[in-house]
């Protein structure tokens, strides 16, 4: 299948540039990849990036026979998006847990969505500068910057790719009337929700645009057209049930817990603050939580713009289809995610917008461009307040992309911009917490407890700060807490178990452990303590198949790799005394740290004395014992000395 351009523009612009299109759609590639290139610094946040690569070992495996079948056979962070996970582990192969590979990808796939979506525009309307500026806005609008520089959203800028491939093969359809055409549009369809369930709409977009830009309307009878999209419909309908039935147990939100009133109020205004962010976008966050409550005057007041906007798209529209039709794309593309079925707890969000505005720059682009004319406007003028308008985005784009940087930087930046939202303390506090500054993270968890006493989450992290710093007595109460508000979590019955294994309740925490693994099989921390428990009960024969389990699982998970290389460079474990295994974890744990961990080190040598290589026991022993502080200097050494007493002679002779 080919697609082509040609230079003519309809009277509109032929004679005026000698600019091939393929020339402008490469250049505003090329600027939405440079603008965004700054993300390809950025690291992974551990808001769903965990889920999706960092501490996803299926993922991290790569593209392999069982990863394929895990992402196709099941539902996997409330969701069923297999190609979305299949690219997750292509980048996985290509880049490790390298995150600028990963961002890149992201940014390459936003880039090639702006060139496709001014073929789209250029083909269906047959302008050069409004589709230009369509796929500008598109590109460099700083409410697309969560869909590119977010790593877990990589199903957003995917799926709208073969989106926009429908599209352009539909458009092809209809224009030569070509099977192959309309084979390649419904493939690349069903490519998209497997991608994400987004675009479920497109069937009626499809139908949007047979009435303007393409035309066949009245052309064609309308029954033809609706039957000619059956097949789309069919494949939309079998992934709503799929979307549905994946998210229906975790993600979707009971009419209890949020009522059809606040679904309906919460949809009106989010229409609403979906525009205010394009034309203002100012105070954009990560995460904008749902009101227990909606005052009435914010509801009417939406309302009556939403409708005073359908009706003048609805009149105007009959001398200005693209009005009829942009507004339309808006409103249709996001009814999944408007909050009907309301999924999560978020009000709106940023990156529902990638595909749907879409409508709203067509609307824009396409009455500036009749006004001009209108009014005569001159070429230079309208060249540069475009241009003018276009610059801001690219600014305003650049500005909000580096609050992605990293987690704190995120989520500082929404508490700044947001009010009484207990996720985003909570992340807050998680990022904290990675740096080990846990009195702040606390303070973060309490504030989240304020704001909504069921969070589990909060109540585990504080659980767990509580024992690792020797008060596991005053982290019980914690840890029981987030266990029976959710006791479908692995984490909380992780959590509890490694408590009350400290306070001694070995058959208790063997039990958490235990129904940790049972709830899922993948959790590696749970394998871990399971051999945990197994050696404090002196059962260390048995503790062998959970922690090689917790390694498989959870390859790069260096203070786990060095605890495992110990116990079983201490000679405890009987069918790892040969110390093999032991030298390659530690080896692989202090290629992940690098040459100045004195730890790591430590540990190698350890393996490598077990291993009967006491050479180069020695050799790493002595650099270990180079970079050491005060408190660990006295045990090595003595390791050290050790190791120089059982070096055989020969060895030490021959080196």
């Not at 082509?4 to 540039?17: A, H, I, M």
Request: aromatic share 10%; hydrophobic share 50%.
């Amino acid at each position: 299948m080919t697609f082509s351009l040609d230079s003519t523009d309809d009277g509109q612009c032929s004679g005026r540039t000698r600019i091939h299109p393929r020339v402008i759609g490469l250049a505003l590639a090329l600027v939405t990849l440079l603008a965004y290139l700054p993300a390809t610094q950025h690291g992974f946040l551990n808001y769903d990036d965990d889920a999706y690569v960092t501490a996803n070992a299926t993922v991290q495996d790569g593209l392999t026979v069982a990863g394929i079948k895990w992402a196709f056979t099941g539902c996997h962070v409330s969701n069923w998006h297999p190609l979305t996970w299949l690219s997750h582990m292509v980048d996985c192969n290509l880049f490790h847990l390298n995150p600028a590979g990963h961002h890149l990808v992201n940014i390459l796939f936003h880039a090639a969505n702006t060139f496709l979506l001014f073929i789209l525009i250029r083909r269906m309307t047959g302008t050069l500068w409004p589709a230009a500026t369509v796929a500008a806005l598109f590109g460099w609008h700083p409410l697309h910057v969560e869909s590119v520089a977010w790593v877990a959203e990589r199903k957003d800028v995917l799926s709208t790719f073969f989106g926009l491939l429908a599209l352009l093969a539909y458009e092809r359809h209809a224009r030569e009337k070509n099977r192959w055409n309309y084979g390649w549009a419904l493939c690349f369809f069903a490519l998209s929700l497997l991608s994400k369930p987004m675009l479920v709409t497109l069937p009626m977009l499809m139908l949007l645009l047979d009435y303007w830009p393409l035309q066949r309307l009245p052309k064609n009878n309308l029954l033809r057209l609706l039957l000619e999209k059956l097949p789309f419909i069919f494949l939309a309908a079998i992934l709503c049930v799929v979307t549905f039935l994946a998210q229906r147990n975790e993600a979707v939100a009971s009419l209890q817990r949020v009522s059809l009133a606040l679904r309906l109020e919460n949809s009106t205004v989010s229409y609403v603050d979906y525009l205010s962010k394009t034309f203002w976008p100012v105070d954009l966050a990560a995460f904008y939580p749902l009101p227990k409550e909606i005052p009435w005057l914010q509801v009417v007041v939406a309302f009556v713009v939403l409708s005073a906007i359908s009706t003048v798209a609805w009149l105007a529209g009959r001398r200005q289809p693209y009005l009829r039709v942009g507004w339309l794309w808006y409103l249709g593309t996001l009814v999944p995610v408007i909050g009907l079925i309301q999924v999560g707890d978020q009000a709106l969000a940023d990156r529902y917008t990638y595909f749907p505005l879409i409508g709203i720059f067509i609307v824009l682009t396409f009455t500036f461009a009749d006004f001009a004319r209108h009014i005569q406007l001159s070429q230079s003028f309208t060249t540069t307040l475009a241009g003018l308008i276009l610059i801001s985005c690219l600014a305003t784009t650049e500005n909000q992309l580096r609050y992605w940087r990293d987690s704190e930087t995120l989520f500082t930046h929404a508490l700044a911009v947001t009010h009484d939202n207990p996720l985003v303390h909570l992340n807050l506090g998680a990022a904290l917490q990675q740096q080990q500054r846990t009195a702040e993270a606390m303070a973060e968890y309490r504030k989240t407890l304020q704001l909504d006493p069921a969070q589990h989450e909060a109540y585990n992290n504080i659980g767990r700060i509580l024992h690792d710093e020797g008060k596991p007595a005053e982290a019980l109460p914690y840890c029981l807490m987030a266990a029976r508000l959710d006791p479908k979590t692995s984490a909380s019955h992780d959590s509890l178990g490694i408590v009350l294994a400290e306070l001694g309740r070995f058959a208790e925490a063997h039990a958490q452990f235990a129904e940790a693994v049972r709830l899922d099989a993948n959790y590696a921390p749970a394998h871990f303590q399971i051999a945990r428990a197994l050696l404090m009960q002196g059962r260390d024969a048995e503790a062998l198949k959970p922690f090689r389990e917790a390694v498989r699982l959870d390859p790069n998970n260096v203070p786990m790799l060095l605890y495992i290389a110990r116990v079983m460079a201490a000679d405890k474990i009987p069918d790892a005394r040969d110390g093999t295994e032991a030298v390659r974890l530690a080896l692989h744990a202090q290629q992940l740290m690098g040459d100045n961990q004195p730890v790591a080190l430590d540990t190698l040598a350890m393996a490598y004395a077990e291993a009967g290589r006491f050479v180069d026991a020695v050799q790493t022993a002595q650099q270990a014992v180079k970079l050491a502080q005060s408190g660990d200097l006295a045990a090595m050494r003595q390791r050290l000395e050790l190791y120089q007493k059982q070096q055989p002679w020969r060895e030490s002779f021959t080196k």
